[in-house]
């Protein structure tokens, strides 16, 4: 039978088993879901099984651990490795999921759950289009490995080692990763482009102690001011970043790139309308697609201090802290740029604050030629599937594990996404729409076809 | 027998009574204590009883009750008004207690508890000074009155109204109320000034979710960004306000007003050390007294938006939210000054962020000539009991009601605090010195008997 016949008559089997999965709260972030953790691997190990790989293993990290299987029966013929994450982002704050966030949900033609589009439902699709692909056919057209980690979101700290230490074993001609997004319904693309990633916590401490805003207030320094006032120096009323030196590695935008951002027909005034937004907001001089896709960005994602409750608390608070993520594009270097905000921060310390900076996660951004052979097979396996071929974009978000695939692996990684970018990955109320399930699955057996 | 030898009997019983009050959590602000703020009440109410006081009523309100008691037989002797309240700020973040804040607790000469200085503890002070006259006496050298409300820490809702309505039975001579502290240990103050107070909370809205900082970082409002820079116009980096017209209605300090300053010899050193700081913090040309008692300060009570778990969220926040409060000084007439912030943040409302202003609280400021009889009787008790003369000073905390009582039952208002400054009011960790709960019964003994 047709594959879209197959996949079509085991659907509600496949709804049900990545139901499953995405019912397991694998939040690697937070420590007491380390159980978790291990028992969404176990059952990602179960089900590659199931499909026919072989050599499936849980291997231990340092932190949690990552799932490798492969199927190497296509002698001569090229080796692909897929790699994802089966680990998901917090879910706070809980109060604005529509239904909980590991009970996962059809409404429409959307799956509702924390990891439905990042990543689990994407990985799920490859193991999918695999077993398909062996019970229809009896062999694969190509060799393939599967390596699926559970660090993705807290910065992939074992997975370096992890591919250095196994390099023989997890040799491939090209890494194929479902992490990204169609540019809209309908209009897929190929993210030839992902920013790298920096980030850091500051604390600001004062005195020993809370004070009360009536017996000190004037006359004492307060955490809370300190720390804004540190704040407001990071950017401009743009958003332009104010660290000396920032953007000394960032590439000007060439007119061929200009050129390829405006094929993306992107309309800033649906955007606009579908967040809620009063106006979109950004470095002057480039547009939404340009800012987010090749200019590097400093976000403050947490600040807080003091008093949070209800009603009034008149106090001076002794504390205050930040966490900011920077995306960084072409050539930045993460640890460069973390030493260039440290310096700045250090430089505009408010008086009678104490700074303590924690750096974090560092990655670099990744770029690849689109005209290379695997990359135009893929755009054809889209138009097969979707009746329209894929662009080729540059995506704003970070998969800082592609860079070290690109170098350790094979320079060769196929960006083949099938999220949307409304699919309120990182925030409540998460989806996976069921539209790209579907398509997902045959266009990758399509892919591994023409390969 | 004196009152000295009196107290020292009684002391083991007054203070296993007054913990018995401190364990109630009385917390005014947090709708879910409004059971405690009834039974904090009732103890008041049958503590007074005992004490021999007389139509002991607990008056209910809109908000928390108000606990009413006098004795009116000392015919053409001035009648004395005492107010306080029984009510407390909230007790996070709970985790930097020693002691958990409603098991009150003894460690060397230092009672701990949540309201065990502001203001039970010197609430408590007069009962017993009241109760041991009775005793000693068989009658009082004065008419007393008692209203002792449970709105205080929530800006006294609804006494303005019970004070209009019960003008008559509530009238007095002279309004006394312990809620303020000596300078230092062994060095009595009588505030003849008290700052008034405004409020206001701030909540900045962008888009209508969470979004991925991946995704959208660099090409859309951060509401965190937003917030900070809203916040950084407020002040310069001395801590100057720098909203138009904010310091309108301040007089400019007087020779004579610095001079009496310079009289409580402050040892700002020792602040400093004592607190932890780095430094001192507040306007140029200002000592830290001036800053504290004549100067009015616009404070960051807490700021809040985003991320604020373990680990890292990548995540552009929708929402952040602050909290404000104004100590006001002279003339300054609170709603004036809000209308004047009010004006300053819609002025400098960022790009793409939609700005919702809450305003709460309002008092003006108090003050009174420390050159009237009762207030030089009042330094002479402290004089008896403390061989040390009160000093007239200017407080920086606020007691909205003082104000109202002024202008509504007595222009005498005599502020006789019993606390000392670092005892953590409104902090983790507050106390009273037991030294000033002795010396503190005595010298309202003292007093009444001069009056």
């Given amino acids: 039978m047709s594959y879209a016949t197959y996949f079509q008559e085991n659907r509600e089997q496949h709804l049900a088993e990545l139901k499953e999965w995405l ?40 932190g949690h651990p990552i799932v490798t299987a492969d199927h190497l029966h296509a002698p001569g013929k090229p080796t ?13 704050p809980l109060n604005l999921w529509e239904t909980p966030p590991f009970e996962p949900t059809i409404r429409g033609d959307k799956l509702f759950a924390r990891g439905a589009t990042d990543d689990k439902g994407q ?25 699926i980690e559970g660090e993705e979101e807290i910065s992939s700290a074992n997975l370096p080692g992890f591919l250095e230490a196994n390099s023989e074993a997890l040799a491939a001609d090209a890494v194929l990763i479902s992490d990204t997004s169609l540019l809209e319904r309908g209009k897929p693309a ?22 009360h805003s009536g017996s000190f207030g004037g006359g004492v320094p307060n955490a809370l001011h300190a720390m804004v006032e540190l704040l407001a120096t990071l950017h401009d009323r743009d958003g332009k970043v104010l660290v000396d030196g920032f953007y000394d590695d960032v590439l000007p935008l060439s007119e061929e790139m200009r050129a390829e951002f405006v094929k993306q027909d992107f309309n800033e005034q649906q955007l606009q309308s579908d967040l809620g937004l009063e106006a979109l907001h950004g470095e002057e001089g480039y547009s939404f697609v340009e800012r987010v896709g090749a200019r590097p960005t400093l976000e403050l994602n947490g600040v807080y201090g003091g008093f949070q409750g209800e009603g009034t608390k008149t106090v001076i608070p002794k504390e205050a802290h930040a966490k900011i993520t920077c995306r960084l594009v072409a050539d930045q270097n993460p640890q460069d740029v973390l030493d ?96 790209n399930f579907d398509k997902g699955m045959l266009t990758i057996v399509e892919f591994l076809n023409q390969v």
């Avoid at 699709?125 to 692909?133: D, G, P, R, Y």
Wanted: aromatic share 6%; hydrophobic share 45%.
């Fill in 340 to 435: 260039k905000i440290i310096t700045h921060l250090e430089a505009v310390k408010p008086n009678g604050a104490k700074l303590t900076i924690t750096p974090g996660e560092k990655a670099r951004a990744f770029n690849i030629d689109p005209s290379g052979e695997l990359l135009q097979k893929a755009a054809d396996a889209y138009a097969a599937v979707y009746g329209t071929r894929a662009l080729f974009t540059k995506d704003g978000g970070s998969i800082p594990i592609v860079e070290e695939f690109s170098r350790v692996i094979a320079p060769t990684v196929v960006l083949m996404g099938f999220g949307l970018p409304d699919e309120n990955l990182h925030a409540p109320n998460e989806h996976f729409n069921l539209e």
């Fill in 190 to 211: 190929i993210s030839t482009g992902l920013r790298g990633l920096c980030s850091l916590e500051i604390a600001i401490n004062t005195a020993n102690t809370d004070l």
């Fill in 80 to 92: 692909v490795l897929v790699y994802g994450h089966y680990d998901v982002q917090p879910v706070d």
């Fill in 23 to 62: 019912s397991i709260p694998s939040i690697s972030a937070l420590s007491e879901h380390k159980p978790d953790m291990l028992r969404a691997a176990e059952w990602l190990a179960a089900t590659l099984t199931r499909a026919g790989l072989e050599n499936v293993k849980v291997n231990e990290t340092a």
């Fill in 123 to 147: 990985v799920f699709l490859h193991i999918k289009a695999v077993e398909a692909i062996l019970k229809q056919e009896g062999s694969l057209p190509v060799n393939i490995k599967f390596c």
